[in-house]
């Protein structure tokens, strides 16, 4: 049997890719499967992560739902009090009022008072003068006598 070139290129080729597809098949497959096992730890790390991702949104989630609650409940708690402020304001505004009407009242019935009892002590001091008068007028000295006994006896009757 009678080789040409070819066939000896080819079985040297051959020959030559077995051994080293031997040697570096191993060290090919070894990287392939480190490789292989490098991307399947992303994977299992990136879907870890996605799931730790995924608690951390229902987490925000519930506390945006837990802060919304709690908002209204606050809102609800100053509408509450702001209405309490303003029926007290309005309570006090009216017992405000209540009590300086009554003061209004005292001051108008003090004045009044005043005025009466002044215009009395005008008209006690007219009285007075006009009795004056008339007596100065009509009473002469006999009949003044007769007033002065009289009243004399009369203080005497009493005591």
Same mark, same amino acid.
């Given at each position: ?69 709690? $908002? #209204? ?6 509408? *509450? =009090?702001? @209405?309490? +402020?303003? !029926?007290?304001?309005? %309570?006090? /505004? ?26 009395? $002590? #005008? ?6 003068? *006009? =009795?004056? @008068?008339? +007596?100065? !007028?009509?009473?002469? %000295?006999? /009949? ?16």
């Amino acid at each position: 049997m009678s080789f040409d070139e070819n066939a000896w290129v080819a079985i040297g080729f051959v020959l030559f890719f077995a051994l080293v597809w031997r040697r570096a098949g191993s060290a090919i497959g070894g990287m392939l499967d480190a490789r292989s096992k490098a991307i399947s730890d992303e994977l299992a790390q990136a879907k870890a992560l996605r799931e730790e991702a995924a608690a951390q949104l229902e987490t925000f989630k519930a506390q945006q739902a837990q802060a919304a609650k709690d $908002a #209204k409940t606050m809102l609800a708690n100053a509408e *509450a =009090a702001a @209405e309490r +402020i303003r !029926e007290d304001a309005a %309570a006090k /505004a009216e017992d405000n009022i209540k009590r300086r009407e009554a003061q209004a009242a005292a001051k108008i019935e003090a004045a009044e008072a005043a005025v009466v009892s002044e215009l009395r $002590a #005008k008209a006690a001091t007219i009285a007075t003068m *006009a =009795a004056r @008068e008339i +007596i100065t !007028e009509k009473l002469d %000295a006999d /009949a003044s006598m007769a007033l002065v006994e009289a009243s004399i006896d009369q203080m005497s009757q009493q005591s």
